[in-house]
């Protein structure tokens, strides 16, 4: 009987690794998850398993510990390839706690690069972000527009772990720049689950609409943007799940490392999108315009040219659906009564 490429999936639990997995399984492959949970809950795998109809191997570890992650690899036999998702996000908890996030985001980067290396594993799939291009002086930006000081610790960690994939992993690795990444599934059985206040605007929307939060504040209208509010490229979570099926078909003909923009190629400022969501949700959103807050840049979408030539992949998806799958998730949250 022919068997699935395996595919490890360190945080494969969380938002984007949580949808990658539901690919993974449409597109042939058998993926193995490694998670703590630091940021997700268990019972995603159970709602993983009922979408798919799969029953999915994982494994409650974290994947800097060398030693238990050397002898899961032992356990498996032959692996394909790694999607290595793990890592803190929140801006603002970086800045507060530096020494947690270098020592998780690139501790877990250098463990997955010495395993990958150790098991001889040809693919290794990294999620970096379009923050390593801070605010670009042309737009859109292309995968050679010059990366800028990053405004915090978290940003540093996904410049430092793409020199660290160059410097280190010479079999074939695919560094992905994620944009903005929204949405749900379209099953309403896995999304964002932010813990505590939210950062991103997607989340704070929804909470906001179902009353989990008082009111969305709107920083700044100032800008030099068509509307004043901020502009971000936004993508569908599943069109970005897409994207790491493709680059692991890339690196089955390909065995350098290559480094992609993630994004729609199109910029959406935050009032469109309150705009958007109003419309969707026939709801009226309390928000407050307030001053513009440190730290936030004024503008940013990519340029996907690259990755929907070589990669052969495109955003399929626009705000519109991905606010009615957010809405939808946050809608089943309150229904059920899961806690993010
Ligand atoms: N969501 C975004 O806006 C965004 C944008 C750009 C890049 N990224 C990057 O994409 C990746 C995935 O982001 P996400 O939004 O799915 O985040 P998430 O927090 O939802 O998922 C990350 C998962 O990794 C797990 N994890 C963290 N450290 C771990 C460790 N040491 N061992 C095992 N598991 C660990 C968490 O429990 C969580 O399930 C991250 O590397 C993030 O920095 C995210």
Same mark, same amino acid.
């Not at 998850?33 to 993983?48: P, V």
């Not at 994939?165 to 999304?191: E, K, M, T, W």
């Not at 078909?249 to 959406?268: E, S």
């Not at 999108?273 to 315009?289: P, R």
């Given at each position: 009987?022919?068997?699935?490429?395996?595919?490890?999936?360190?945080?494969?639990?969380?938002?984007?690794?949580?949808?990658?997995?539901?690919?993974?399984?449409?597109?042939?492959?058998?993926?193995?998850?490694?998670?703590?949970?630091?940021?997700?809950?268990?019972?995603?795998?159970?709602?993983? @398993?009922?979408?798919?109809?799969?029953?999915?191997?994982?494994?409650?570890?974290?994947?800097?510990?060398?030693?238990?992650?050397?002898?899961?690899?032992?356990?498996?036999?032959?692996?394909?390839?790694?999607?290595?998702?793990?890592?803190?996000?929140?801006?603002?908890?970086?800045?507060?706690?530096?020494?947690?996030?270098?020592?998780?985001?690139?501790?877990?980067?250098?463990?997955?690069?010495?395993?990958?290396?150790?098991?001889?594993?040809?693919?290794?799939?990294?999620?970096?972000? @379009?923050?390593?291009?801070?605010?670009?002086?042309?737009?859109?930006?292309?995968?050679?527009?010059?990366?800028?000081?990053?405004?915090?610790?978290?940003?540093?960690?996904?410049?430092?772990?793409?020199?660290?994939?160059?410097?280190?992993?010479?079999?074939?690795?695919?560094?992905?720049?994620?944009?903005?990444?929204?949405?749900?599934?379209?099953?309403?059985?896995?999304?964002?689950?932010?813990?505590?206040?939210?950062?991103?605007?997607?989340?704070?929307?929804?909470?906001?609409?179902?009353?989990?939060?008082?009111?969305?504040?709107?920083?700044?209208?100032?800008?030099?943007?068509?509307?004043?509010? @901020?502009?971000?490229?936004?993508?569908?979570?599943?069109?970005?799940?897409?994207?790491?099926?493709?680059?692991?078909?890339?690196?089955?003909?390909?065995?350098?490392?290559?480094?992609?923009?993630?994004?729609?190629?199109?910029?959406?400022?935050?009032?469109?999108?309150?705009?958007?969501?109003?419309?969707?949700?026939?709801?009226?959103?309390?928000?407050?315009?307030?001053?513009?807050?440190?730290?936030?840049?004024?503008?940013?979408?990519?340029?996907?040219?690259?990755?929907?030539?070589?990669?052969?992949?495109?955003?399929?998806?626009?705000?519109?659906?991905?606010?009615?799958?957010?809405?939808?998730?946050?809608?089943?949250?309150?229904?059920?009564?899961?806690?993010?």
């Amino acid at each position: 009987m022919e068997t699935k490429p395996k595919i490890i999936v360190t945080g494969g639990a969380g938002f984007i690794g949580s949808h990658t997995v539901v690919e993974l399984l449409a597109a042939g492959y058998t993926p193995v998850i490694i998670d703590d949970f630091s940021n997700s809950k268990e019972w995603i795998i159970d709602r993983l @398993c009922i979408l798919t109809h799969s029953s999915i191997m994982y494994y409650n570890v974290d994947c800097k510990n060398y030693e238990t992650m050397h002898e899961i690899f032992m356990g498996l036999g032959d692996i394909s390839g790694i999607i290595h998702f793990a890592a803190y996000k929140s801006v603002s908890e970086s800045v507060e706690f530096p020494i947690k996030y270098y020592d998780n985001n690139i501790g877990s980067l250098a463990t997955m690069i010495r395993l990958a290396k150790d098991f001889n594993i040809p693919k290794f799939v990294f999620s970096s972000s @379009c923050t390593v291009y801070g605010q670009a002086e042309q737009l859109p930006v292309t995968e050679l527009t010059p990366m800028q000081k990053a405004e915090s610790p978290y940003g540093y960690t996904k410049q430092v772990g793409e020199q660290l994939i160059l410097d280190a992993l010479q079999q074939g690795a695919v560094i992905l720049r994620y944009f903005n990444p929204i949405g749900a599934h379209s099953s309403g059985l896995i999304g964002e689950l932010p813990n505590g206040k939210p950062e991103n605007l997607v989340p704070y929307i929804t909470q906001t609409a179902i009353g989990k939060r008082a009111q969305l504040l709107v920083y700044g209208n100032d800008y030099n943007t068509p509307d004043g509010t @901020c502009l971000r490229d936004y993508i569908h979570v599943v069109d970005l799940a897409k994207a790491h099926v493709k680059s692991l078909q890339y690196l089955d003909k390909n065995k350098d490392t290559n480094t992609f923009n993630v994004g729609t190629g199109r910029g959406n400022s935050v009032l469109e999108m309150v705009k958007t969501f109003e419309a969707i949700s026939q709801l009226k959103l309390n928000y407050k315009i307030v001053n513009r807050r440190s730290g936030d840049i004024e503008q940013i979408y990519a340029d996907t040219t690259k990755a929907n030539i070589i990669l052969n992949w495109k955003a399929e998806y626009g705000i519109k659906e991905a606010l009615i799958d957010a809405w939808n998730w946050e809608l089943n949250l309150q229904e059920l009564k899961l806690s993010a």
